[in-house]
């Protein structure tokens, strides 16, 4: 890859585990980071994928689970069409994060309503 991303509290390299079709223009995409990548329900991270830009992707699934899963749309170009066409499961993914201060509190008291959208 060339190039790094901007250094954050991670910076990792990770390898595409699945992609799955979810609906006609999104793709689940999972990836095992190669090191410790921790994050809080509510963040993103920044991705590389080998000659493309850096783009941000809500993290899908919840921490914990070993690999981190991104939901991403085919705008008929870039990522996106990439991710759709022609990256393959072991292809080298850059992981940048995470961001984002929206994320679950578990010493929160009160009520919660959390609304996902976008993809």
């Known amino acids: 890859m060339t190039g790094t991303i901007e250094r954050a509290s991670t910076a990792v390299i990770g390898r595409i585990v699945s992609i799955e079709a979810a609906a006609p223009l999104v793709s689940v995409v999972r990836v095992r980071p190669d090191d410790a990548f921790d ?29 981190i899963e991104f939901h991403i749309r085919d705008n008929g170009g870039g990522v996106g069409a990439h991710v759709a066409s022609t990256a393959s499961v072991g292809d080298p993914v850059e992981i940048a994060g995470p ?6 509190r578990r010493r929160h008291g009160g009520p919660l309503l959390a609304i996902a959208g976008g993809t």
Request: net charge neutral.
């Open 39 to 67: 994050w809080r329900a509510g963040q993103f991270a920044a991705l590389r994928f080998p000659d493309f830009e850096i783009r941000n992707y809500s993290i899908s699934n919840r921490p914990g689970e070993g690999e």
């Open 99 to 104: 961001f984002g201060s929206a994320y679950f």
